[in-house]
């Protein structure tokens, strides 16, 4: 009985521990909370997906261009909210070479048009129906975005909405994708 006492009050604490030190501990050192991939710091898998026209797009078409690699969904609020700020985004940043690319991993191609046709984007929007691509950038929740530099190396990743706006977030861009 007071083994179950203990376990039952244990866990959550431990579990609560942890949670504080995955966004506590490194929001406190400027660092953007779950920053741990395998990928950061690699080559980024070259993908081949169509965009809403049917047209084939490859990530390797854009070598020697920084690039912001978004993961999202249609059902998803926080990406659509994000939506906003990846436009802004775009218009300062497309003049210096910044390319968007948006991969919805949406299932239902119809369902993706659709929306886009109510909420256009100004970067390029690509399909990952089968969820293939959003495999192989271990995407585990959305939005997810990857800041990949000029060579191809993966640089950051950023799991959940994210204001692109900030001051923050523009320098990371300048120096990690633009340099």
């Not at 659509?80 to 700020?85: A, G, I, L, N, T």
């Not at 990952?128 to 929740?141: F, L, P």
């Amino acid at each position: 009985m007071k083994q179950n006492i203990i376990i039952k009050i244990t866990l959550p604490v431990l579990t609560l521990m942890c949670v504080m030190f995955l966004f506590v501990g490194n929001t406190a050192h400027g660092l953007h909370p779950l920053p741990l991939d395998a990928n950061i710091g690699k080559e980024a898998p070259g993908f081949v997906l169509n965009d809403l026209s049917g047209k084939k797009v490859s990530l390797d078409s854009f070598k020697g261009k920084p690039v912001l690699l978004n993961f999202w969904a249609t059902w998803c609020p926080y990406c659509r909210k994000e939506r906003s700020h990846l436009n802004a985004l775009h218009r300062d940043y497309r003049d210096k070479g910044l390319v968007i690319l948006s991969v919805s991993t949406d299932r239902s191609i119809k369902k993706l048009r659709k929306y886009m046709t109510d909420t256009p984007a100004e970067f390029i929007v690509l399909s990952d129906s089968d969820g293939r691509i959003s495999t192989s950038y271990n995407v585990r929740g959305l939005p997810s975005s990857l800041l990949i530099n000029r060579e191809g190396i993966i640089k950051h990743k950023f799991t959940g909405f994210r204001e692109w706006n900030s001051e923050r977030s523009r320098k990371l861009i300048d120096i990690d994708a633009l340099l």
